[in-house]
C-alpha cells in the first residue's frame, strides 16, 4: 500500500453540492410538469362542459340567477329573457370586430318586473356610436332576447387595461357598478351579470350581434412536455458530469 492511500476515503471528492443542487432543480421541474399535467385535465373538463353549455337550450333568466347567487359557475350559460330596451342608456365598451375598431354596445333591457339586465348587442363601427347614425336599428316595444350570461369581473383584469372613463362613456373593461351608475340605474334593481345576445337580424345592420368569442388557450400540454424535458435534460447532464468525475478521480487503491 502506497502512502497516499493511507487514510483515503473512497467517497472523498464526491460532488454533494451539486448532487443536492440538481435533486432540488429536479425536483421543482418535475413538480412544475405535474401542476401542468393536472391543469390540462382541468381546461380539458372546462372546454367539454363550456361547448356542451353553449349549444344547450336557453333556460330563463331566473333560473341563471339562482345558479349565480349560489355561487355556482355559470360562464356562457344560454339565456333568455325579455323586455324594453333603454337606449337612452347605453354604455359603451371599445373592441374590435372582424378586425374594425368599434364599440360593444350594452343596454339595459328593463323586463317587466322592473329590474333590468344589461344587454351587450353587439358591435358598432368607431363612428356609429351615436344612436342617430344607427336609428333603425333601435328596436322599440318589448323584445325577446336570447344569448351567453357572462360574470361580471370583479375588478381591471390587468393594470395593462386603461381605466374606464364613465363621463365620456367609454369602458375598457366591463365595470357592471360603474355601467350601472352611469346609466343612472339603482344598483339593487340590475341583475348582476351581462348577456351577450346571440346574432340575429337587426334593421340597418347595427348592431351586430353573435359577437361573444369563446377561445380557451389549453398549452399546458406543451408546458407539461417542457418541463419534464428540462428535468430529464439536467438528469442526463448530472449523470455527465458524475460520470466525468468518476473517471478523473484518484483511485483509491493506488
Request: aromatic share 10%; glycine share 8%; charged share 20%.
Amino acid at each position: 500500500m502506497t502512502r497516499s492511500a493511507v487514510g483515503r476515503d473512497p467517497a472523498r471528492g464526491f460532488p454533494w453540492v451539486l448532487t443536492i443542487v440538481t435533486l432540488v432543480a429536479l425536483a421543482i421541474l418535475l413538480a412544475l410538469g405535474t401542476w401542468q399535467v393536472q391543469r390540462l385535465a382541468w381546461k380539458e373538463a372546462l372546454i367539454a362542459t363550456i361547448d356542451g353549455r353553449v349549444s344547450a337550450t336557453p333556460l330563463p333568466l331566473a333560473e341563471v340567477e339562482k345558479t349565480a347567487a349560489a355561487g355556482e359557475d355559470f360562464e356562457y350559460q344560454p339565456v333568455a329573457t325579455s323586455g324594453t330596451y333603454l337606449h337612452a342608456k347605453e354604455q359603451f365598451f371599445f373592441a374590435t370586430h372582424d378586425g374594425q375598431s368599434g364599440w360593444f354596445v350594452y343596454t339595459p333591457l328593463q323586463m317587466t318586473d322592473g329590474r333590468a339586465v344589461f344587454v351587450n348587442r353587439g358591435f358598432v363601427p368607431y363612428d356609429r356610436k351615436a344612436a342617430s347614425t344607427r336609428a333603425e336599428g333601435q328596436m322599440t316595444g318589448t323584445v325577446a332576447v336570447s344569448g351567453l350570461a357572462r360574470m361580471a369581473p370583479a375588478e381591471k383584469p390587468s393594470w395593462l387595461v386603461p381605466d374606464n372613463q364613465p363621463a365620456e362613456n367609454v369602458f375598457y373593461w366591463k365595470d357592471l357598478a360603474a355601467m350601472t351608475a352611469n346609466a343612472g340605474l339603482d344598483p339593487k334593481t340590475v341583475v348582476p351579470f351581462f348577456i351577450d345576445a346571440e346574432k340575429s337580424d337587426v334593421a340597418g345592420g347595427y348592431p351586430v350581434g353573435g359577437v361573444t368569442i369563446i377561445d380557451l388557450p389549453n398549452s399546458h400540454l406543451q408546458y407539461a412536455v417542457t418541463w419534464y424535458g428540462l428535468a430529464a435534460a439536467l438528469l442526463g447532464v448530472y449523470i455527465a458530469m458524475l460520470l466525468r468525475h468518476r473517471k478523473h478521480a484518484p483511485d483509491a487503491r493506488s
